[in-house]
Every structure is written in C-alpha cells, then in structure tokens.
C-alpha cells in the first residue's frame, strides 16, 4: 500500500539442521525459505517451503539431503507512519478549559507501526495529571508510552513538556476543626489533631465565599489493626461543601490518633 514500508522478515527459528554426506553437505551456504506473499495490507505471519542454497546461489535438488524442517513460519512486518496529537487527562476531573492551560510541546509526534494499529489511533493520552498535588504553574517531564506494536519515528522526542497553567483561580488557607473518626468499630480513640490547615484552590468568587465550617476531615481507621497502645497518623479525606463544585484541596493531609487498650 502506498506510504507503507516491510519491516525485517523473522522466521520461527534462526536455524535448521541438514543430515547427509559430507560431500553434499559442503555445498550448502544456507537455507530459503520462499514466501508468496502477493500484496499485503498489514503485518502477517506466513509459512514458507525451506530450500537449501549451494554457495554458488542455486537451489539445491539432492535426495540424500534432509532438512530437521521442510517449512517454516515468517512474520512479515508491514509499517506506516501517522502524525498523533498528545493529550493529557486530570484524575478528578477539575481541570477544564475555563480554569486551566494545559500546552504539550510538541503537540504532536510521528509513529510508526501496523497500518491496521495506526488507523485507530488519532489521539495519545500521555499522562493522567493529579490536580491536588501541582500547587502552582508547572511544566512536567512526561516519557512517551506507545501501545504495543507502535514506535516513534526517527527523529522523534521519547519524552515531552507538560505545561499546566491555572487561569482565574485562587488559592487560600483555612484553619478546619471539623475532624472525624470513622471505621474505629470497638478501638478506644483519642483525637490529637484539633485543627488542620487546608488550602483550597478554585474560582476566586467561590473561594473566598468558602469557610472553614464547609470543611470536613475524615480519617478512616478500618484498616489499621489495633495491638495495645498506639500513636498514628492517619491519612485524611477532605471534604469540601461548595456550591460551585468547583474548588478543592490542594496536597495531602494527616491527623494525628492516639490508640489505647
């Protein structure tokens, strides 16, 4: 097909063994294995009749010659190359075109691969970004991850810049001491943490209408496994009740528990 190229041929195995005189054994330079393929679309597997060839190049025709195999299975690679667009995701789903800048450089990158893997693929999802842990305007390093069967082509970047810019957002710390407990089932807990610090980022209108009251933690202990006295930190969820929807936290948080018989 027209701007396709083959790939090297690979066969099932590098060698075969031939058994007979040693006479006729010395007129043997290496084997063929002859393929019909006619025209082809897409990367096939093909099985072809294994002759041997004497070093002067001809076909050798000997009964006394025998071949460990008479045919063998090639792989016949056939590439094309198309220009994708890079792409980036956010895992919560704040990021959108009216409060954030996401710019990939380069924008686009040249693949190679099976014509029939190329055809479905317009678009390449290079990272998933964590919207509470960039805290401020960032570029990221991403390495290039291609589907199987899919490599860049020559002269293309293995990895790209990831420009995250907010657009009409603020940020602003509020002291929370709305702090809950759960999964502590019959645990004898002590809460040692009585306010926190968050930051939260968003709209500035819905920002600045947000309290400290529309903020909850919560520290899950299902999972921690109570033996005598302890003293943790625990992991905490932050749970904003906002009417826009739209402002969350920025980092992590813990508290501290203290755990006792």
Do not use: W
């Not at 396709?4 to 006729?24: F, I, N, Q, R």
């Not at 010395?26 to 294994?50: F, K, Q, R, W």
């Not at 990021?95 to 800048?101: E, I, K």
């Not at 904003?240 to 402002?247: L, N, T």
Request: proline fraction near 3%; hydrophobic fraction near 35%.
């Amino acid at each position: 097909p027209e701007n396709c190229e083959l790939g090297d041929l690979t066969a099932d195995s590098e060698y075969v063994t031939v058994t007979g005189p040693k006479g006729a054994l010395d007129e043997v330079d290496h084997a063929l294995v002859s393929l019909d393929a006619g025209s082809i679309e897409s990367s096939v597997t093909m099985v072809g009749e294994v002759s041997l060839i004497s070093v002067s190049g001809d076909v050798i025709v000997n009964p006394y010659l025998r071949l460990s195999k008479s045919d063998m299975k090639v792989t016949v690679p056939v590439y094309t190359y198309k220009e994708i667009t890079l792409a980036a995701d956010s895992k919560y789903g704040f990021f959108n075109s009216d409060n954030t800048r996401i710019t990939i450089e380069p924008p686009q990158v040249t693949v190679k691969g099976d014509p029939n893997v190329l055809s479905k693929l317009d678009e390449l999802t290079i990272t998933t970004l964590d919207e509470k842990n960039i805290k401020s305007d960032s570029t990221l390093m991403v390495k290039l991850n291609l589907p199987d069967n899919v490599t860049l082509a020559d002269g293309e970047p293995s990895s790209v810049n990831v420009r995250v810019q907010r657009i009409g957002c603020a940020t602003r710390s509020l002291t929370v001491k709305n702090i809950e407990l759960t999964g502590t089932q019959s645990m004898n807990c002590t809460l040692l943490t009585t306010a926190l610090s968050v930051t939260v980022v968003g709209d500035e209108k819905s920002v600045q209408a947000l309290s400290a009251d529309d903020i909850t933690l919560v520290a899950d202990l299902s999972d921690h496994i109570a033996a005598g006295s302890d003293l943790l930190y625990a992991a905490a969820t932050v749970k904003i009740d906002s009417e826009s929807g739209e402002v969350y936290e920025l980092g992590t948080y813990s508290i501290q528990v203290r755990i006792e018989d």
